[in-house]
């Protein structure tokens, strides 16, 4: 049994990573993004919330008594060493987790043929191994920052340069057109990827 051809879809903050993933998930790709499975992590690993607890401190505790996402994105992004502590601790379980998901993909009686999931640090940690095809969404940098929900800080500067990404990868989308046509292009993409005719 073949498993799906595993795609992944990188590129910088506001580009539309997470709407490429929606279009790719549309046309009719298994989905996932890094983001959801944080998210799990946050919420159902004790091991996770233990180690954040004593690296953080308990203030990064919510109401629930998990670990609040906007309490560590303050700590983390003020302060370079923290930000490491929290990459190297959930990227290899983030990675994990996406491979079982894969894993159990492959194994359903009727497999989907692609699957993709939005890795915002595919490069910077050497995740591209992992896949078959890359995806990079790319957009001039001052549409990226009326895009995106939070300001310019240093994440920025520790990603790869667009054209280096671009270079790299096996398929390029320039994100500066309407949903329409990024979900054309996407059709277009999942069409090759499958050899089917374009719809």
């Known amino acids: ?13 506001g580009a539309g990573k997470s709407a490429a993933l929606a279009a790719f998930r549309r046309h009719g790709a298994a989905t996932v993004s890094s983001d959801e499975i944080v998210h799990h992590l946050l919420a159902t690993d004790d091991d996770v919330r233990a180690a954040l607890v004593e690296r953080l401190g308990s203030q990064i505790l919510g109401p629930d008594g998990r670990p609040d996402r906007t309490a560590i994105a303050r700590i983390v992004f003020r302060d ?18 996406y491979l079982v998901w894969r894993e159990q993909l492959a194994q359903l009686d009727d497999p989907p043929r692609v699957c993709v999931t939005e890795v915002p640090l595919l490069f910077e940690v050497g995740a591209e191994e992992r896949f078959d095809q ?49 979900d054309a292009w996407v059709a277009a993409v999942m069409a090759s990827l499958t050899h089917d005719p374009e719809p």
Do not use: C, Q, W
């Not at 498993?3 to 590129?11: K, L, N, Q």
């Not at 370079?80 to 987790?97: D, I, Q, T, Y």
């Open 1 to 13: 049994m073949s498993r799906p051809i595993a795609v992944a879809i990188t590129g910088g903050i």
């Open 134 to 182: 890359v995806v990079v969404i790319t957009a001039p940098k001052r549409l990226r920052e009326a895009r995106r929900s939070v300001p310019l800080d240093e994440r920025d500067s520790r990603l790869l340069p667009d054209r280096e990404k671009v270079r790299r990868a096996d398929f390029h989308y320039r994100n500066v057109g309407s949903e329409d046509e990024l």
């Open 80 to 97: 370079p060493e923290a930000l490491a502590f929290l990459e190297g601790l959930l990227h290899p379980l983030v990675s994990r987790e």
